[in-house]
């Protein structure tokens, strides 16, 4: 890879299965599986991630109509919800694509009902219940129960669904989840009094499925897909997560400074003695937090070498002293296994204090991703347009 990559993030398509069929197994049997590949797939690559799982999947989830649109473009045909809010005024576009979005008030409900009318075209959506998180949804309240009456008897218009997300359930303590497990039960019980199939209803996050919470009939896939823990308080002794993504670069150039050498930007590090530094392709514009600078550390032939002054946009630089048979154009792990040393997506956020979904979520998509399965490469994918075919 480093002969033609400045820097790439490999992604582990077995992992990606096992992982998936890990917490499918600690799901209520019958159950559906919503897989959420919004920002990318957790920066993954969502279509390649929805085309490998789509036939074990029941349904996707996205952010966006963008993200939704492009799955669908690129020949996803399951179902596709987009969990955010879309501006009304793409409704006919969802519409046409056959993406589900959300909805929780009466006017989006009123002009999604006659848009589907103006355009002859069935329409579905889920509805979003606020149990607790105070960012979208309908009110658990006789007022929320008043707006979910109004647009569940609009006539144009589909409930596929029923869905909430909880705000707490990766931390240690439970009140905050089991009240929003309250409010949600207190809609779901009202709402069945008038409409008997509400159809796929979810509050069940991944650190809820991990937990074993109880659930309703559909579950939401997300951090573990990847490999990695929702927090420090959510384990299963029945699962055990493979990392999914390994990001590598390339050693640009290897030299022998001085002591007292100045090291990167603002000569944040001075050498103490002759040191050898090498300077790798990749900086925080690819999504090497800065936080690393002067602290971190990667693997280059099965050794840890530790970062040297401040993370540049496309650059930072290693000591490689120790490393004797180190030379430009060998490849480094940023994070993920070398040989018998592992450095962890989870490590690389403690360390700089961000959430392991940050991490990987924030890898820049001018870094291609690099589909391995069985050992061998699968595909490159670039959203860089290159000159030649891969």
């Known amino acids: 890879m480093q002969d033609i990559l400045r820097t790439w993030a490999e992604i582990d398509m077995n992992a990606l299965v096992s992982n998936f069929n890990q917490i499918k197994s600690i799901m209520n049997s019958g159950n559906k599986t919503i897989v959420v590949v919004k920002a990318n797939a957790y920066g993954h690559g969502s279509i390649e991630v929805a085309k490998e799982l789509s036939k074990t999947a029941d349904i996707f989830a996205t952010a966006t109509l963008e993200e939704a649109t492009e799955l669908r473009i690129r020949g996803v045909e399951n179902e596709i919800i987009v969990l955010s809010p879309i501006p009304s005024g793409l409704y006919g576009d969802a519409i046409r694509h056959k993406v589900t979005p959300v909805l929780f008030n009466r006017e989006d409900a009123d002009i999604m009902d006659e ?11 889920y509805l979003a219940i606020d149990s607790g998180m105070s960012r979208i949804g309908i009110s658990c309240d006789e007022k929320g129960l008043e707006t979910a009456d109004y647009i569940l008897s609009k006539k144009n218009i589909s409930c596929k669904g029923v869905l909430s997300h909880y705000a707490c359930a990766d931390s240690e303590s439970m009140g905050v989840t089991i009240k929003q497990r309250e409010n949600f039960d207190y809609m779901i019980r009202n709402l ?38 929702p927090s420090d308080y959510v384990r299963n002794e029945k699962i055990s997560l493979k990392p999914v993504m390994t990001l590598k670069t390339r050693i640009s150039m290897v030299k022998t400074v001085t002591a007292g050498c100045g090291i990167g930007y603002g000569h944040t590090y001075i050498t103490e003695k002759d040191t050898r530094v090498a300077t790798l392709s990749a900086g925080y514009a690819d999504g090497v937090p800065i936080e690393l600078s002067n602290k971190g550390r990667v693997i280059i032939h ?15 630089m290693v000591d490689v002293t120790d490393i004797p048979e180190v030379k430009a154009g060998d490849s480094a792990v940023i994070f993920g296994t070398d040989g018998k040393l592992s450095i962890s997506a989870d490590e690389v956020a403690n360390e700089c204090d961000i959430l392991n979904y940050s991490l990987v979520c924030g890898i820049d998509s001018r870094v291609p991703r690099v589909y391995i399965k069985d050992g061998n490469i699968q595909k490159i994918f670039s959203y860089i347009s290159f000159p030649y075919e891969w």
């Open 302 to 316: 099965g050794k840890f070498a530790r970062i040297l002054g401040r993370i540049c946009m496309d650059q930072f």
């Open 115 to 125: 848009v589907s009318s103006e355009i002859s075209l069935p329409a579905n959506y």
């Open 192 to 229: 069945r009094k008038k409409y008997k199939d509400l159809g796929n209803i979810s509050i069940n996050n991944t650190a809820a499925i991990i937990k074993n919470l109880p659930t309703y009939n559909s579950d939401r896939i997300g951090i573990a897909l990847y490999g990695m823990y």
